[in-house]
Antibody, heavy 123, light 114 residues
Framework: QLQLQESGPGLVKPSETLSLTCSVSSGSISSDSYFWGWIRQPPGKGLEWIGSIYYSGTTYYNPSLKSRVTISVDTSKNQFSLKLTSVTAADTAVYYC???????????????WGQGTLVTVSS | DIVMTQSPDSLAVSLGERATINCKSSLSVFHSPNSKNYLAWYQQKPGQAPKLLIYWASTRESGVPDRFSGSGSGTDFTLTISSLQAEDVAVYYCQQYIDFHHITFGPGTTVDIK
């Protein structure tokens, strides 16, 4: 059964860059049937899609975050990563990595989720 | 952007009774070429990651109990729990995935036991 595991610092200072990695196990990130995405959830709030990447490197980003987000993939390590620059307290959230269906070469719903990791932005 | 709204914000239902959650999209999520509604429902229990329950508006994910059902088309959708169980206490989110440039979620509906 596919497993996703987020890793990275739990505390980031304001104006710095948040960096997280998702390790995929029991499945290949190079599958042509899926995208790989990041979704976040501020404490006590709802879900926000951040962006998605295909194993080829094709990316789609939430327009509201696009200027600060980079998602990359490392097929040799079966991992994908998130970088979010110039963070503020508003970026404090649980960050989930997910597997997303691919359809017509675009990302769709998330059918498998990591457990999530809390990232706090604070000095 | 497609804005998703849900109602009610929260509801409390007696064990064994029906729970109904509504979801509305600001634009239709129906894709004519394949006649599918790009609408999913997720369940999030306290302290856990969301779990996919339903996709294409009415198809249950494998392993999801048949007391969960989805219906609707276009812009109006419903998630029904036919006989609420204690383990169904959770927040439920709808999501549209027709707009792959900006996949969006509803704000969530909290279901509790009365």
């Amino acid at each position: 059964q596919l497993q996703l595991q987020e890793s990275g610092p739990g505390l980031v200072k304001p104006s710095e860059t948040l960096s997280l990695t998702c390790s995929v196990s029991s499945g290949s990130i190079s599958s042509d049937s899926y995208f790989w995405g990041w979704i976040r959830q501020p404490p006590g709030k709802g879900l926000e899609w951040i962006g998605s990447i295909y194993y080829s490197g094709t990316t789609y980003y939430n327009p509201s975050l696009k200027s600060r987000v980079t998602i990359s993939v490392d097929t040799s390590k079966n991992q994908f990563s998130l970088k979010l620059t110039s963070v503020t307290a508003a970026d404090t959230a649980v960050y989930y990595c997910t597997r997303q269906w691919e359809q017509y070469q675009f990302p769709r719903l998330s059918d498998c989720w990591g457990q999530g990791t809390l990232v706090t932005v604070s000095s | 952007d497609i804005v998703m709204t849900q109602s009610p914000d929260s509801l409390a239902v007696s064990l064994g009774e029906r729970a109904t959650i509504n979801c509305k999209s600001s634009l239709s999520v129906f894709h004519s070429p394949n006649s599918k509604n790009y609408l999913a429902w997720y369940q999030q229990k306290p302290g856990q990651a969301p779990k996919l329950l339903i996709y294409w508006a009415s198809t249950r994910e494998s392993g999801v109990p048949d007391r969960f059902s989805g219906s609707g088309s276009g812009t109006d959708f419903t998630l029904t729990i036919s006989s609420l169980q204690a383990e169904d206490v959770a927040v439920y989110y709808c999501q549209q995935y027709i707009d792959f440039h900006h996949i969006t979620f509803g704000p969530g509906t909290t279901v509790d036991i009365k």
